[in-house]
């Protein structure tokens, strides 16, 4: 096989979550660039044109968080090297979540400017939240 993205132990609660992780970050990255407007603005939230460079994010993403699943099956995780892949994939979470909720809340031309989120609100908000996985630690 080229690569498996189902955990080798379903039991290890860090293993599902990068499992989780890469599926979704790949998802996202194929929506971004095969589905139409607006579903391809989803997880960026930008404009049709520039919406179109944020998978190289995603993508990035996907690798990161199957780098992060080998390791927790390989009993590396917390080697230094790998810490930082794990902080980064975490940053990423992190501005990313706090981006959306400082658009929502302290954008005063939201939702007027985010026509595109307007009109499919559930894909946003499951989005969000997919985002907020990366932010749980890496303790079982």
Not at 30 to 47: K, M, N, R
Not at 109 to 115: L, Q
Request: hydrophobic share 50%; with cysteine.
């Amino acid at each position: 096989y080229v690569c498996n993205l189902l955990p080798a132990d379903t039991q290890n609660p860090v293993n599902c979550k990068y499992s989780v992780l890469t599926a979704g970050f790949t998802f996202l990255t194929l929506l971004q660039l095969l589905a139409p407007h607006p579903l391809a603005v989803i997880p960026s939230w930008t404009g049709r044109r520039i919406s179109r460079a944020f998978p190289m994010w995603t993508m990035l993403a996907a690798v990161t968080s199957y780098d992060l699943k080998l390791a927790t099956e390989a009993g590396t995780l917390f080697e230094p090297k790998v810490r930082q892949l794990s902080r980064g994939l975490r940053a990423f979470g992190l501005v990313h979540v706090i981006s959306k909720i400082g658009a929502i809340f302290l954008d005063p031309t939201f939702p007027a400017s985010y026509h595109a989120v307007a009109l499919v609100p559930g894909w946003a908000a499951a989005a969000i939240l997919f985002f907020g996985l990366t932010l749980r630690g890496d303790k079982q």
